[in-house]
């Protein structure tokens, strides 16, 4: 969670859009490359509202972004255990830190310097209070996903293909496919199909 750990450098190369080599001190990380596509693309999501981790770097990019607009939320178990998590929030300049749960809030001034040796929760406790609230809401939206509320059944959206090697048949925990141009449903009790040995396209509705 401390910056010898998540923070790494990142380089772009583009000639049409970055004709000058330059350097930022803004955070972005993996979440971000989706929306920025769809920026690039000039895409918007027609199938309806639907949680975006990430933020589009174009205007980073084109070097009019000052500051991140919404902060990196990062969390990682230790051995797969809940009592073992590690959760971090990093911001343009405070990083908020709990190295398990239960555990102290720590909060590091990024622009003081990257070494996280002093904690200043104490000295700034709104902020501590504000960025553990981000923190809760970004919990909140990753367990509304993970539980599939982010993704009902009525939903309409684009089809996503998967695309398995000719193998013994395997089962597929989806409710819903195209086989082959033939419409085949799954089990509703195991919420799930067995696809046949051959099979190299499921295409999910």
């Known amino acids: 969670m ?24 803004i955070p972005a990380c993996t979440s ?13 999501q027609s199938w309806g509202p639907r949680p975006i981790d990430g933020i589009s770097l174009k205007s980073l990019i084109d070097g009019s972004m000052q500051q991140r607009p919404v ?15 590690q959760i971090a929030l990093i911001d343009n300049q405070y990083k908020l830190v709990q190295d398990q749960v239960g555990g102290a809030w720590k909060l590091y001034d990024l622009r003081a310097g990257s070494l996280e040796s002093d904690n200043v ?3 700034h406790p709104d902020v501590v209070a504000a960025m553990k609230a981000m923190l809760q809401q970004w919990e909140q939206s990753c367990d509304n ?5 982010d993704y009902t059944a009525t939903r309409s959206h684009p089809p996503r293909y998967y ?3 000719t193998e013994p048949s395997k089962r597929l925990y989806v409710r819903e496919f195209t086989l082959r141009g033939q ?21 999910i509705r």
């Open 2 to 25: 401390y910056e010898g750990g998540v923070r790494v450098p990142g380089m772009l190369i583009w000639p049409d859009k970055v004709a000058q080599p330059r350097a930022t001190d």
């Open 145 to 149: 996903s993970l539980n599939g509320n």
């Open 121 to 123: 929760a104490a000295q």
């Open 32 to 44: 971000d490359f989706y929306p920025t596509i769809l920026d690039y693309l000039g895409y918007s």
């Open 163 to 165: 695309y398995k090697r």
């Open 71 to 85: 902060p990196i939320a990062v969390e990682h178990y230790h051995g797969g255990k809940s009592s073992n998590r």
């Open 183 to 203: 419409a085949v449903q799954g089990s509703r009790a195991a919420n799930s199909v067995r696809v046949k040995p051959g099979a190299k396209r499921v295409k």
